[in-house]
């Protein structure tokens, strides 16, 4: 009886990722695996272009094929990663060249709590008038969109 409610769920699991996967183009998406082949078509028989070793960094899924994503990087890459190997929940890239504020509440005059390197990843919550909300790991605050790649419109 539990080994079958634990297929269960496993397999609603699965099916409820591969639906949120299945939406209209562009989208983002952020890695779900610490390492992520990146390859030249939609199969494993392509070869692999690049391999990825950063979980939660948020890409642009530009194209749909089957079990397939196309995505587009932050450095403006594109290749085919497999579907599953791809979260539905944002994540965030700081860019820019100097460290970017994260602050107390969404408002320039509020306290600043951290500043974030670029190139740190962290978990995208809601944006909002020029604010977004961003955590990495156990610190939670206020960024402003523009520092941020995968935040806004695909």
């Known amino acids: 009886m539990i080994v079958r409610l634990i297929l269960a769920l496993s397999a609603l699991m699965l099916a409820t990722s591969a639906q949120a996967q299945d939406r209209e183009v562009p989208y983002w998406a952020s890695l779900r695996a610490d390492e992520i082949n990146m390859r030249v078509g939609p199969s494993a028989d392509y070869k692999i272009d690049w391999v990825y ?66 190139g740190v990843v962290g978990r995208l919550g809601d944006c909002d008038d020029g604010w977004c909300e961003f955590t990495v790991g156990e610190r939670e605050g206020w960024v402003r969109q523009e520092s941020l790649w995968g935040a806004g419109e695909p």
């Open 53 to 118: 070793r950063r979980r939660g960094l948020p890409v642009k899924v530009i194209r749909v094929m089957e079990g397939w994503r196309l995505i587009e990087d932050p450095d403006g890459a594109r290749g085919w990663v497999a579907a599953r190997l791809l979260d539905p929940d944002r994540g965030a890239l700081v860019i820019g060249k100097s460290p970017a504020a994260m602050h107390e509440d969404d408002d320039e005059a509020s306290k600043v709590k951290w500043r974030l390197e670029p």
